[in-house]
């Protein structure tokens, strides 16, 4: 998964030891065996969803779900696979009644898991007929629980629209699906088609595995733009929706940077792990706006004009090949603690910089290398990483690593007030840093011969394959990394996870043969992400993130403006006894670099007002990469193409 904060980044062949090693059939992943009952035994559940209605937010669906008398134990998925956390929005579930013939069935939720429902199954019962209510939310917060459709398009997750019963892994029981959407839409998927009939879809029968990680982009307005040559090896395409016609226009050259992030992944991994491959991309300003990968798709959301405008499309340039390697670095390699059998089963979050982290690394850097990103912007961009943890995180000293990946069920929702301090999810952005610097030290330590590349190949790549999962633990990765360089990398990981410096782990960026430093006009990337986000950005001098009109989203723990007593959801109304204005702070704040005048703030704070004095002298400070030139410039290599 690959976050849009808010913020924007500026306030994204060898000897395995496999903890398991699974078969593959063709087009689905293999979850851990259940050892509960045998794959013979499995239910084929139908499911028939009504989304005709998803203009006005509501999804209707039937399912028949094969019973015996007694209590039927269901489950609503409850630990969503790439969201890290037991997001499955059970509360936007209703309308929900059982019954079998003419008799309604009783049910009851379960008292310590509300994600579990008990139904009473008579005698002579031989399947359930279930009728839901899916209430697609209307806010555009949220991962894929949130707001996912509009007047013109719809979203379908199959996780939210279904439940499937106790006893078996998500491999094991089968689903065949339906689909009616609005006249006129035209649908996007990775999900295999039995056939179609105007309006109405009818899917081929498939594990509940694979329907869930097969969503659909259903929309008025759908365009599909052909990645791959016909007949050459496995199809790619963008399935792309919009609220208007006009947003799925783009310059030719974006379309060929698309296919060009199509070799150059395949130039990375050296194999591929799917039958086919779509990049299912909604831009609209109604929809929640992330990134959600799946083994043969992606759900990627963005603002509607992003695709259009140059401006939106360098900002959102990273996030289709981000999900992209989730295909390889998430879907076919995966944690084993990752790796649950089925949707209720808690997942253990520990190896998230590999999963996030090292997919974070390789999105950026393919970004630049299919000409997505200029290497002006790739750099921009990783200044804006190193400067933000370096300077906005003195929550560093108290919480490593580690732990933001530990916590991350907990973090993924937690609040933007007291971000620094508080850390979020830093594996993906620090992971950059640290992904970097393996790079920068395999290289150094074959003498150019190999780089990470090498262990992608390695790791993620062997032979062309259907879907399949590989698991993996903290030592593959140690003992892969040797496989390419020889080094202490157990000593490594455990010094980058377990470290409370207060300062960023900048060797990469300085091995590479580059330094951050930071200066008083705004690089490119950074103008871009403070316009389209309409945050006030002055982390690396005072330590203040600002809405447009004033209020404090953070206050950097220990900066110049924490120290004055400034807290977030305070609200500054003027600066020098002038009514606060974007214009107003950044010239306030520039003119400090030459006057010994502190800052004066009025600061609204629930109700009361209170004048702020802040001393400080350094202007405005943005980071940028500078070129080091003692040092082989080993940056402009890794994001060349190859």
Request: charged share 20%; net charge negative.
């Amino acid at each position: 998964m690959s976050l849009f904060s808010q913020v924007v980044r500026v306030a994204g062949a060898g000897l395995f030891t496999f903890l398991s090693l699974l078969p593959a059939q063709a087009g689905q992943s293999q979850p851990k065996p259940s050892r509960e009952a045998s794959p013979a035994a499995a239910p084929t559940i139908t499911l028939a969803l009504d989304a005709t209605e998803a203009p006005r937010k509501i999804f209707h669906a039937r399912l028949t779900i094969p019973a015996t008398p007694g209590t039927l134990t269901l489950y609503y998925p409850k630990w969503i696979p790439g969201e890290h956390a037991p997001s499955g929005p059970v509360d936007d579930l209703a309308g929900l009644k059982f019954s079998a013939g003419s008799r309604t069935l009783s049910w009851r939720r379960d008292l310590l898991d509300v994600w579990t429902l008990h139904v009473e199954v008579p005698a002579g019962v031989t399947s359930v007929e279930a009728s839901l209510d899916f209430l697609s939310p209307a806010g555009a917060g949220g991962f894929s629980g949130g707001s996912s459709a509009t007047a013109t398009l719809a979203i379908v997750s199959w996780n939210q629209v279904l439940l499937y019963p106790k006893g078996w892994t998500a491999d094991q029981i089968r689903f065949t699906a339906s689909l009616h959407v609005p006249r006129g839409w035209k649908v996007g998927t990775a999900l295999p088609m039995a056939r179609q009939d105007g309006d109405q879809i009818q899917f081929q029968t498939v594990s509940l595995y694979t329907l869930v990680d097969s969503p659909v982009l259903a929309a008025e307005y759908l365009k599909v733009v052909p990645l791959s040559a016909r007949g050459q090896g496995p199809t790619h395409e963008m399935d792309i929706a919009a609220d208007s016609a006009a947003a799925l226009e783009a310059p030719e050259e974006v379309w060929q940077q698309y296919r060009n992030l199509v070799s150059q992944a395949y130039a990375l991994f050296g194999a591929r792990h799917y039958r086919d491959y779509h990049f299912l991309y909604t831009l609209s300003d109604h929809v929640a706006h992330f990134g959600l990968e799946h083994h043969e798709s992606d759900d990627s959301r963005v603002g509607e004009r992003d695709l259009m405008e140059a401006d939106g499309r360098k900002l959102a340039a990273g996030l289709l090949p981000h999900e992209y390697v989730h295909s390889w670095n998430g879907k076919y390699r995966r944690p084993a603690d990752l790796t649950t059998p089925e949707y209720e089963t808690p997942m253990r979050t520990d190896l998230l910089w590999v999963y996030e982290g090292l997919t974070s690394y390789l999105g950026d850097m393919l970004t630049a290398r299919s000409g997505l990103w200029t290497p002006e912007l790739y750099r921009d961009s990783l200044a804006l990483i190193a400067a933000g943890l370096d300077r906005g995180r003195p929550g560093r000293t108290w919480r490593d690593l580690q732990d933001t990946a530990d916590a991350a069920p907990a973090l993924y929702f937690s609040p933007e007030q007291w971000l620094s301090w508080r850390r979020t999810t830093d594996f993906y952005d620090e992971d950059v840093l640290n992904w970097l610097w393996a790079d920068v030290i395999i290289r150094q330590q074959s003498h150019g011969a190999k780089s990470l590349d090498d262990f992608c190949k390695l790791f993620h790549g062997g032979q062309d394959t259907p879907p399949m999962v590989k698991t993996y633990t903290f030592d593959d990765i140690v003992n892969s990394l040797n496989q390419v360089a020889a080094y202490d990398w157990r000593a490594f990981w455990t010094e980058r996870l377990r470290s409370k410096s207060p300062r960023a782990p900048l060797g990469g960026i300085e091995g590479s043969g580059w330094r951050v430093v930071y200066n008083d006009t705004p690089s490119e990337m950074f103008k871009i992400g403070e316009g389209e986000s309409k945050i006030i950005n002055s982390e690396y001098s005072v330590g203040l993130l600002l809405k447009e009109d004033g209020t404090v989203i953070d206050a950097v723990h220990g900066s110049p403006a924490a120290l004055a007593g400034i807290g977030p959801s305070m609200k500054v109304v003027a600066v020098n006894q002038r009514a606060f204005a974007p214009e107003v702070w950044h010239d306030a704040l520039k003119a400090t670099k030459n006057s010994s005048a502190p800052l004066q703030l009025l600061v609204e704070n629930t109700d009361y007002y209170n004048t702020y004095v802040i001393n400080y002298r350094g202007g405005e400070q943005f980071p940028h990469l500078e070129r080091d030139p003692g040092k082989p410039d080993m940056l402009s290599d890794i994001i060349k193409a190859r």
